[in-house]
């Protein structure tokens, strides 16, 4: 039905701006709400940013404001996760994810669709 696949993931100094794409195949009705989570060594997986289709909006955790930007290139079928100013905590996997409710600054869970995921390691 859905297939997300992350690319973009790279090691990179402190400051330093990576970002991420998100290719979507399939069927897009099922990405009204799409984003990112990131799961860090040793912790659980945490939202990061998202955008819904159903009333526009966008949500970013409180750590990244400022710093992260998400888009959507309808003509590519591609979510970009733009960072910058990195910090070494935002080490992590992060994993593309999709369905078609509202789940934006929610939890995981329920969450249908889930790309494999793309390790951002930042570090000096």
């Known amino acids: 039905q859905l297939q997300l696949v992350e690319s973009g993931g790279a090691l990179v100094q402190p400051a330093g701006s990576l970002r991420l794409s998100c290719a979507i195949n399939?069927?897009?009705?099922?990405?009204?709400?799409i984003g990112w989570f990131r799961q860090a060594p040793g912790k659980g997986r945490e939202g990061v940013s998202c955008l819904s289709e159903s009333d526009d909006s966008l949500y970013y955790v409180e750590s990244v404001k400022g710093r992260f930007t998400i888009s959507r290139d309808s003509a590519t079928n591609t979510v970009y996760l733009q960072m910058n100013s990195l910090k070494p905590e935002d080490t992590a996997v992060y994993y593309c994810?999709?369905?078609?409710?509202?789940?934006?600054?929610?939890?995981?869970?329920?969450?249908?669709?889930w790309g494999k995921g793309t390790l951002v390691n930042v570090s000096s």
């Open positions: 994810a999709a369905d078609r409710w509202n789940w934006c600054g929610k939890s995981e869970d329920g969450i249908r669709f």
């Open positions: 399939g069927l897009t009705s099922y990405t009204r709400a």
